[in-house]
């Protein structure tokens, strides 16, 4: 026999319905702070398919160069933009060659402004003159820099860039990274970008930290 709910069986309704309608909001709530959590983290370590964004930039040693002007070159000298760093040496066969050449079609194609620096890692061949005539026959607006290993040897530890002279046994041989580097406006070592380099796709997700 059916007949209409006791006042008892509609404040047990009531309560079930009210438990359900809290249940609901803190799922929903708890979701929405998952997603926002997961998206934070993605942003902040994100990792491009050419260009690679370290999680957590590193300061800069304090170090002294020499621009290809003959002037003094420190950690300062980074800051302010973005800029793009290659170790290499200016006699160097292909290699450094074909990179420099990519470099300028990248340089050519980001739409904000960003410094590229040639860290010559070569000091006892690669004067400041010698450094000149290398980075403007690409473009004018490059920055070449070197000095006493000492020095450039703290620039390229904090951002990873391992390289060796050897000069035993009469030979010379420079073996260098092949990376390219970059520096944030902060001055910081923010990430990398690995061989082989594709001008059109580095220059468009640089476009997008830029």
Same mark, same amino acid.
């Given at each position: 026999?059916?007949?209409?709910?006791?006042?008892?069986?509609?404040?047990?309704?009531?309560?079930?319905?009210?438990? @359900?309608? @809290?249940?609901?909001?803190?799922?929903?709530?708890?979701?929405?702070?998952?997603?926002?959590?997961?998206?934070?983290?993605?942003?902040?370590?994100?990792? &491009?398919?050419?260009?690679?964004?370290?999680? $957590?930039?590193?300061?800069?040693?304090?170090?002294?160069?020499?621009?290809?002007? +003959?002037?003094?070159?420190?950690?300062?000298?980074?800051?302010?933009?973005?800029?793009?760093?290659?170790?290499? &040496?200016?006699?160097?066969?292909?290699?450094?060659?074909?990179?420099?050449?990519?470099?300028?079609?990248?340089?050519?194609?980001?739409?904000?402004?960003?410094?590229?620096? &040639?860290?010559?890692?070569?000091?006892?061949?690669?004067?400041?003159?010698?450094? $000149?005539?290398?980075?403007?026959?690409?473009?004018? +607006? &490059?920055?070449?820099?070197?000095?006493?290993?000492?020095?450039?040897? $703290?620039?390229?530890?904090?951002?990873?860039?391992?390289?060796?002279?050897?000069?035993?046994?009469?030979?010379?041989?420079?073996?260098?990274?092949?990376?390219?580097?970059?520096?944030?406006?902060?001055?910081?070592? @923010?990430?990398?970008?690995?061989?082989?380099?594709?001008?059109?796709?580095? +220059?468009?997700?640089?476009?997008?930290?830029?």
């Amino acid at each position: 026999m059916s007949g209409r709910p006791s006042r008892a069986s509609y404040a047990a309704i009531f309560v079930v319905a009210a438990l @359900a309608a @809290a249940a609901g909001v803190w799922l929903n709530t708890s979701l929405q702070e998952e997603t926002e959590s997961t998206s934070v983290a993605t942003t902040a370590g994100r990792t &491009f398919e050419a260009i690679t964004l370290i999680d $957590k930039p590193r300061t800069l040693p304090d170090f002294t160069l020499t621009d290809q002007d +003959s002037n003094s070159f420190a950690p300062g000298d980074f800051k302010g933009q973005w800029t793009l760093v290659f170790s290499g &040496f200016t006699s160097c066969g292909h290699f450094c060659p074909m990179t420099m050449a990519r470099i300028r079609v990248i340089y050519e194609q980001v739409d904000k402004p960003m410094r590229v620096v &040639f860290l010559s890692v070569d000091p006892g061949r690669d004067t400041p003159e010698v450094i $000149k005539n290398y980075v403007t026959g690409y473009n004018e +607006s &490059f920055t070449g820099i070197t000095g006493d290993k000492s020095e450039i040897d $703290k620039l390229t530890k904090a951002i990873e860039a391992p390289y060796v002279v050897d000069t035993s046994g009469g030979k010379y041989t420079v073996d260098h990274a092949s990376d390219l580097f970059l520096i944030n406006p902060e001055g910081q070592y @923010a990430g990398f970008i690995s061989q082989p380099l594709d001008s059109s796709l580095i +220059s468009t997700e640089l476009n997008s930290i830029l």
